[in-house]
């Protein structure tokens, strides 16, 4: 937000942008040792692989750099799967990464898919394996390789192989606890000087895929006029949410706990028209709050937000469908497009269930 305001050229914006890095490090190791963990919160949808993977090609490419040629080797009439669109992206980037690593100088990386089927036959001598119908995605490279010894502990969290300060030990542990999240597994097969190949197995979802748009090609978030309700009992992170919203043309009220909502909510003359919410709270839950303001506004929406209480705020770690949630940290621009979709998925479905009436 300080950085909106000043110009590239002013002497304290290398400082702040400093700061933000090391921000959005300290947060990205959080997220891989929850991911490890199998305690982030995951909202899956059913995805066509194909096309998740298609709009990351080019920032993959990107991440890597020119001199590592991608082959990109989809499979024909892929299955659905069931996985949080993010999660694909943090594998696929872990996983492009670590062949990266292994290739010197110019190279070669393949990421493909394609439909398996394990029978028990199969999985009885394979232990890591269960029967059934999986979508399957390698990564592999013509790098250096690996030995037995170092494949027998890449998916332990903090080893790693490369010089300190190159590296957190955590890119394929995070990847490992998001695939057992998901009920996948992974295989993994290197020789020394032979390059290495990745395979991951996800189960088949029976449902229709939809298509996960490009970050990167995004329309700006169009700007509100609302009312907000805006709940949360730390401080700073309230009136730096609070100045967000305000930014982007919102009313605000503001609360620092749950019955100080309530009594703002009572009083308040006019339309309330969502309630933005912290989930872990003093008092009662962000959850409890949401229903006793339906008794006040049963039209308003609900937006609720937290850290990695995966425990608290889900069901094994897993969003119930429909319920509008944004994870802490978020960046300006993820909380004005989340605080739209909540806004406006509320008046599409209003819109929707008049044409159902007539």
Not at 99 to 113: A, F, N
Not at 207 to 235: F, H, Y
Not at 308 to 328: E, M, R, S, W
């Amino acid at each position: 937000m300080a950085l909106s305001q000043l110009e590239p050229d002013e002497a304290i914006h290398t400082s702040l942008e400093e700061i933000r890095e090391a921000a959005n490090r300290s947060a990205n190791l959080t997220r891989q040792l929850l991911a490890f963990a199998r305690k982030q919160t995951i909202s899956p949808r059913n995805l066509d692989l194909n096309e998740t993977i298609e709009g990351m090609l080019k920032l993959l490419q990107r991440l890597i750099g020119e001199d590592i040629d991608i082959v990109w080797l989809p499979g024909k009439n892929l299955w659905s799967v069931k996985v949080d669109p993010t999660q694909i992206d943090q594998i696929l980037a872990n996983l492009c990464i670590n062949s990266r690593d292994s290739i010197s100088g110019v190279g070669k990386m393949t990421i493909e898919t394609r439909n398996c089927i394990f029978g028990k036959e199969y999985c009885a001598s394979h232990l890591d394996f269960a029967p059934g119908e999986y979508v399957m995605l390698t990564v592999s490279d013509n790098g250096c390789g690996m030995d037995k010894e170092t494949q027998a502990h890449i998916f332990e969290p903090f080893f790693t192989t490369k010089e300190m300060g190159k590296g957190t030990g955590l890119g394929l542990a995070t990847v490992y606890g998001i695939i057992k999240q998901n009920s996948g597994f992974i295989n993994v097969y290197s020789e020394v000087g032979q390059g290495s190949l990745f395979t991951v197995y996800f189960p088949r979802h029976m449902g229709e895929s939809v298509q996960i748009l490009n970050e990167g090609a995004a329309e700006p978030v169009k700007r509100g006029q609302e009312t907000i309700l805006l709940v949360e009992d730390e401080p700073a992170i309230l009136n730096m949410t609070k100045m967000m919203l305000e930014r982007q043309g919102y009313t605000v009220l503001s609360a620092s706990k749950p019955s100080e909502a309530v009594r703002m909510a009572e009083a308040h003359p006019d339309k309330i028209d969502l309630l933005i919410t912290d989930v872990v709270m003093p008092e009662i839950s962000g959850w409890d709050l949401a229903n006793n303001l339906l008794t006040l506004y049963p039209n308003i929406k609900r937006l609720f937000m937290s850290g990695y209480t995966a425990n608290v705020i889900a069901h094994n770690g897993v969003l119930d469908p429909g319920v509008n949630f944004i994870q802490k940290p978020f960046s300006i621009q993820n909380l004005a497009a989340k605080v739209r979709e909540s806004l406006d998925e509320s008046n599409r479905k209003n819109k929707d269930d008049a044409c159902d009436d007539e």
